[in-house]
T-cell receptor
Framework: QQQVKQSPQSLIVQKGGISIINCAYE??????FPWYQQFPGKGPALLIA?????SEKKEGRFTISFNKSAKQFSLHIMDSQPGDSATYFC????????????FGKGTTLSVSS | DADVTQTPRNRITKTGKRIMLECSQT?????MYWYRQDPGLGLRLIYY???????NKGEISDGYSVSRQAQAKFSLSLESAIPNQTALYFC???????????????FGPGTRLTVL
């Protein structure tokens, strides 16, 4: 079964626009929610992460919004740039060390210039 | 990330062959992981290891085995490869002490495996 559902599968945004990627989960035992970014030919790299005790975390142009009651979290990329074009994966883990990550299926973002 | 290396980077093999993928890291991390990535399916955890004597199954361990030869080395084996094991395989590491506070996993460059 798919424990972390990610949408959309692909996204096209104009330069300067806002990119929004959504994830939903079922297991209330999840307590660590990272987002990974992957460029073609490379391994994924941690972008930003959140724990359920906060509703929002911002790092530069990247923000995670977390809704514990709805069991949803989302990634917002403000002022999207062509260099942000990549595949983004949300993930969740039940242990606070973030060991056994369950990933979403990924969203391919293309930012047009 | 040059701190996590995987060999080979590409491999083509035939059904029924035994194959080993190797991962080495110079980050000094205790925890190591093997994932497979399939188009449209994201990454799925195969095995993970907290140290040389502690190995755990992930979501999709059937058909795979691992060996943690040393803190820095973690190998993934396919005892009898089958075509649906064709995928991109990633090794990753993380710091037991999580000095950065982010629980970050550091991924290698991947091994593209094709089973004919």
């Amino acid at each position: 079964q798919q424990q972390v559902k990610q949408s959309p599968q692909s996204l096209i945004v104009q330069k300067g626009g806002i990119s929004i990627i959504n994830c939903a989960y079922e297991n209330t035992a999840f307590d660590y929610f990272p987002w990974y970014q992957q460029f073609p030919g490379k391994g994924p790299a941690l972008l930003i992460a959140i724990r359920p005790d906060v509703s929002e975390k911002k790092e530069g142009r990247f923000t995670i919004s977390f809704n514990k009651s709805a069991k949803q979290f989302s990634l917002h990329i403000m002022d999207s740039q062509p260099g942000d074009s990549a595949t983004y994966f949300c993930a969740a883990s039940m242990d606070q060390a973030g060991t056994a990550l369950i990933f979403g299926k990924g969203t391919t973002l293309s930012v047009s210039s | 990330d040059a701190d996590v290396t995987q060999t080979p980077r590409n491999r083509i093999t035939k059904t029924g062959k035994r194959i080993m993928l190797e991962c080495s890291q110079t980050k000094g991390h205790d925890r190591m992981y093997w994932y497979r990535q399939d188009p449209g399916l994201g990454l799925r955890l195969i095995y993970y290891s907290f140290d040389v004597k502690d190995i755990n199954k992930g979501e999709i361990s059937d058909g795979y085995s691992v060996s943690r030869q040393a803190q820095a080395k973690f190998s993934l084996s396919l005892e009898s490869a089958i075509p649906n094991q064709t995928a991109l395989y990633f090794c990753a590491t993380s710091d037991l002490l999580d000095r950065g506070g982010s629980n970050e996993q550091f991924f290698g460059p991947g091994t593209r495996l094709t089973v004919l």
